[in-house]
C-alpha cells in the first residue's frame, strides 16, 4: 500500500531508541522527513546515521531527510525549540508529530509522592499539551496534520499490579485529551488526533513472555494477563500502525485508541 508520505515533516520524540527509534525507521523508509527528539545525543547521532542511509531515494544520504535536536518533551521551551528546529531544517512545521514520552512506572500509590504524580501528569498529558499548542496553529492554516500519541493498554484494562499507578492514572487521562482535542479540530480540514494503547513490546527493557503467557519472574501476587499470541510485540509492529495512521489513507480515523497488544486486552 503506497501511504504517499514523501513530502511530509515528521517529528517523533523519543525517536533514539525502541518504539520511537522504529517509527523514525519506518517514516525515513516511507520517504518523509524526519526530525527526533531525547535527551542524549550520542543516541541521537547513531540513529541520524541510520536514518539518512534508508530513505528509498538513493540519491539522498545526507542530513537533508532526518536530523535531531535534543529536547525534554515535558518543558514548553525544549517543545518550541523542537518544532523551530525542525521548520529551520526541513522548511515546515511538522505534518505529522508523534509524542512518545515514557512515565514513572515502578511506583505504587503508598510510594508515590504528589511530586511523583506531578512529574507524571507532565510526562503523559503536558507533553501532549505543549506539543499541540506548537503545531495547531499551523496545522490550522494548511487544514491537514496528524497527532499520534504512544499510551497504553493500562486506558482499556487499567494494570492490576500495584506500581503501575501512575500509568494507570495519566495514560488515561491523556486519551481523554486527544479525543477532545478531535473533537475540538476534526472539522477543520484533514486533522486527526489518535492515541496507539500498547501492550507489552520487546524493546531490550521490558520482560519476555513466556510460552504460558506469564512475565518471566513475575509472582502470584503480581500476575500478568495472557496474551493471546503468547509473545511481546516488536517495534516496528508498532511503527506500522503509526504510520499508517499518519497517512491520508487513515483520514477517517481521529479520536481513537487505537489497541496494538497481540490480545493482551479481552473486553468487547
Avoid at 98 to 107: A, E, G, P, Q, T
Avoid at 174 to 200: C, K, P
Avoid at 218 to 223: C, I, K, N, S, Y
Amino acid at each position: 500500500m503506497k501511504l504517499f508520505l514523501e513530502d511530509k515533516v515528521v517529528l517523533v520524540s523519543g525517536g533514539s531508541s525502541g518504539i520511537g527509534r522504529a517509527i523514525a525507521r519506518e517514516f525515513a523508509a516511507e520517504g518523509a522527513s524526519v526530525m527526533i527528539t531525547a535527551r542524549r545525543v550520542g543516541p541521537l547521532e547513531e540513529t541520524v546515521k541510520e536514518l539518512t542511509a534508508i530513505s528509498p531515494d538513493a540519491t539522498v544520504t545526507n542530513t537533508t531527510k532526518a536530523n535531531y535536536v535534543v529536547a525534554d518533551m515535558t518543558r514548553e521551551e525544549d517543545v518550541k525549540t523542537a518544532v523551530a528546529k525542525t521548520k529551520e531544517v526541513f522548511g515546515s512545521v511538522p505534518d505529522v508529530v508523534i509524542c512518545n514520552v515514557r512515565s514513572l512506572i515502578k511506583l505504587g500509590f503508598d510510594e508515590a509522592s504528589a511530586k511523583d504524580f506531578r512529574t507524571s501528569s507532565d510526562q503523559c498529558v503536558v507533553s501532549v499539551v505543549h506539543l499541540a499548542k506548537v503545531v495547531l496553529p499551523s496545522w490550522r492554516e494548511k487544514k491537514w496534520g496528524r497527532f499520534i500519541n504512544l499510551g497504553s493498554v493500562c486506558t482499556l484494562e487499567p494494570h492490576r499490579w500495584h506500581h503501575i499507578v501512575l500509568g494507570n492514572t495519566f495514560r488515561l487521562a491523556a486519551v481523554g485529551l486527544m479525543r477532545s482535542l478531535s473533537n475540538e479540530y476534526a472539522h477543520m480540514g484533514s486533522i486527526t488526533f489518535n492515541t496507539i494503547a500498547i501492550g507489552l513490546v520487546d524493546t531490550g527493557v521490558s520482560e519476555k513472555i513466556t510460552s504460558d503467557g506469564e512475565q518471566q519472574g513475575q509472582t502470584q501476587a503480581e500476575p500478568q494477563p495472557p496474551i493471546s499470541m503468547r509473545r511481546s510485540g516488536r517495534p516496528e509492529e508498532i511503527a506500522a500502525h503509526v504510520v499508517f495512521l499518519s497517512s491520508d489513507r487513515a483520514s477517517y480515523i481521529t479520536g481513537q485508541n487505537v489497541v496494538v497488544d497481540g490480545g493482551w486486552t479481552r473486553g468487547l
